[in-house]
């Protein structure tokens, strides 16, 4: 699975809009809905901020892994 159908994924099992994961980014909602659409590479930066506020790692939002839990 590609890294944007993951954020997707994640923000919507969490409840949550493009517009609540963008403020807690500090971006426009609009820059975050191209990472879910693929349109730009995630920066590292955010990726780090998203796999902290989703509990799981990196290598899960980046498709290198399907194991979910965040590494210890």
Same mark, same amino acid.
């Given at each position: *699975?590609?890294?944007? +159908?993951?954020?997707? =994924?994640?923000?919507? =099992?969490?409840?949550?809009? @493009?517009? @609540?994961?963008?403020?807690?980014?500090?971006?426009?909602? +609009? *820059? #975050?809905?191209? #990472?879910?659409?693929?349109?730009?590479?995630?920066?590292?930066?955010? %990726?780090?901020?998203?796999? =902290? #506020? $989703? @509990?799981?790692?990196? =290598? #899960?939002l %980046?498709?290198?892994?399907? @194991?979910?839990?965040? $590494?210890?």
């Amino acid at each position: *699975m590609e890294c944007h +159908q993951r954020l997707r =994924d994640l923000r919507e =099992d969490h409840e949550k809009t @493009q517009e @609540q994961i963008a403020n807690h980014l500090g971006i426009r909602r +609009q *820059m #975050y809905r191209r #990472y879910e659409t693929g349109e730009i590479d995630i920066p590292i930066r955010h %990726l780090k901020v998203l796999a =902290d #506020y $989703y @509990q799981t790692s990196a =290598d #899960y939002l %980046l498709g290198r892994t399907n @194991q979910k839990k965040a $590494y210890d």
